[in-house]
């Protein structure tokens, strides 16, 4: 198993070729590729190579998929015997990013094709569903 820690969003995240994540919101299209460098930690068959802080030569390939908007978080604030109450709501605009591949020093790891195409046709059917 192949699986990389990259950062995005201020946030670090493990990822493995052919899955897809919900990371911040990236500033790309829909179905364009996108290159991340902010490498921390690369995993394959049990060699490792940690970064300090970044792993050089090494990148994470990936495909957006969609943009769409988390669920909706309520912070609700009272002060008890003041009659003051907030109640606010906020919605995350994120970026579902498939992994592609992952790549370090030239040599590239990628997802087997048949697990590839099941996470593609659980996303087809996720996305019928949704509309």
Request: charged content about 30%; overall charge neutral; glycine content about 8%.
């Amino acid at each position: 198993m192949t699986y990389a820690i990259i950062e995005t969003g201020g946030k670090q995240i493990k990822v493995e070729p052919g899955r897809f994540y919900d990371i911040e919101l990236l500033a790309v299209e829909p179905d364009e590729k996108v290159t991340i460098d902010a490498v921390l930690l690369v995993q394959h068959d049990g060699e490792v190579s940690i970064g300090q802080p970044l792993v050089s030569g090494a990148t994470v390939e990936g495909t957006v998929m969609r943009h769409l908007r988390g669920r909706k978080v309520l912070v609700y604030k009272m002060k008890p015997k003041k009659k003051t109450r907030k109640k606010r709501g906020h919605r995350q605009e994120i970026t579902r990013l498939m992994i592609d591949s992952i790549t370090i020093n030239g040599t590239v790891f990628t997802a087997p094709a048949e697990v590839a195409a099941e996470v593609v046709e659980e996303v087809a059917v996720e996305v019928v569903a949704a509309e």
